[in-house]
């Protein structure tokens, strides 16, 4: 079945489905073997060389919707990440890494790296130049991350890829916020896509699983890595995968117009200070979202004036889940300063612009409306004139 015959929702629908033979049923049969044969067949399969039947074909859907040659799936995101860097890098490679990311990627940047030899400078901002100051001799990778978690600042993909072309740079990327539906950064000439496939993937807040895709070259590098560092997934939870995924660009496209709305609402709100999506005008980064995004993305983040408690606030909140991770179908948020990069010290998320005011909203398929009245009842309730009526 090739990708470019077929529409996003019959990619996801179909492409990386396993055909039941025996008995015709709808979904993919689950292969739950750990042992298969090894005599006279093509193929040795073995969980650990991601190579089982529900592994190789969710790979196929992966790499459909990333419009790459082939795709590996692993134990989470963190694996993914992990295993993708130590596939390129060995001791005395140095490689530059955009300031703004997840706090997960950049505590492991900072505390093993330096265990393996490896060199690493994050970037003063998010700007090619930015990256094109920070490239040394021994260069071997740029990573970056678009929209970035939690600020949703904006990269430049195809800039950061032709720089990186020019010097003979591998590039990966983070393309978790965005999602393969929203975004595909292959296409503007990125080596290494990756997702942490808990998000949006699985899209239901009950799988954990992290995703890499690029060609058939690169992804045979990762894979003499990871066979070694056994970051597989059970089978299970793959086949938990596909079946999730099947919805994918149904998800993301209702999450999206949600988040669009709901961005807009926010910025006009005067309890709000200041909204970050990509999606509003007055994001600085909007016209380049717009030129490298196919719609905006379901995240945005927020902060609510002084006078305000961020924390007070999402207590009061009744649909929205105050709750850690994102991109289920329901709506959560959460203060990165407590979660996603609390690992970092104060003065590194000072550094990059993550207040303890901050707050990340991973917008579901809600009702507009109900999301909007809940997030109106909460502020009103956490409000500094609410306690003394009280």
Known sequence: MSKKLYGINTICTHVGEIKDKQFKGAVSPIYLSTSYEFDN??????????????QEFLAKKIAALEHTETAMIFGSGMAAISHMFLAFLRQGDHIVVQNTLYGGTSNFIREEFPKY?????????????????????????IHIETPSNPLLTVTDIKGVADLAKSKGIITTIDNTFASPINQNPIDFGIDIVMHSATKYLGGHSDITAGAVAGSSEHMDRIWNVSKNLGGSLSDMTVWMLERSMKTLALRVKAQTKNAKKLAKFLDTHDSVAQVFYPGLKSHPEHQLAKAQMHDFGAMLSFELVDGIDAMAFQRQLQ???????????????LLPSETSHSLLTQAQRDAVGISNRLIRFSVGIETFKDLKYDIEQAIIATKPEAALTN
């Open 117 to 141: 030899g490896i060199e690493f400078t994050f970037t003063d901002s998010y700007a090619v130049t930015d990256f094109e100051a920070a490239i040394q001799s021994n260069t071997k990778l």
């Open 319 to 333: 649909l929205i889940k105050s709750s850690m991770s994102l991109a289920g179908v329901e709506s959560t948020m």
């Open 41 to 54: 067949v093509d193929v040795k399969r073995y969980p650990r060389y991601f190579n089982t039947p529900n």
